[in-house]
């Protein structure tokens, strides 16, 4: 089975809102409607936060370091 990309995922959560925002939804469509949304919200931030672990930060002297060292280092220190 193909994973989903992320621009599907947000497509599949637009349509749910949408859905959620009709006056006409029954109470126990919305529930439905409201639980896959939250499902795929989580899907979401876990695509996210595997996007932030492969991030690199160029540093000032042109190498690469991992984005989680760059923004744990606070402002004004360095690592040298």
Do not use: H
Not at 21 to 45: S, T, V
Not at 50 to 71: H, I, T, W
């Amino acid at each position: 089975m193909q994973e989903v990309s992320l621009e599907e995922l947000f497509a599949q959560a637009e349509e749910i809102a949408a859905k959620l925002e009709q006056p006409q939804i029954a109470l126990e469509d919305a529930f439905a409607a409201y639980e896959q949304g939250m499902q795929i919200i989580r899907a979401c931030n876990g695509r996210i936060d595997q996007v932030e672990k492969k991030m690199l930060v160029m540093n000032e002297d042109g190498s690469l370091a991992p984005f989680d060292d760059v923004a744990q280092t606070p402002e004004g220190e360095s690592d040298n």
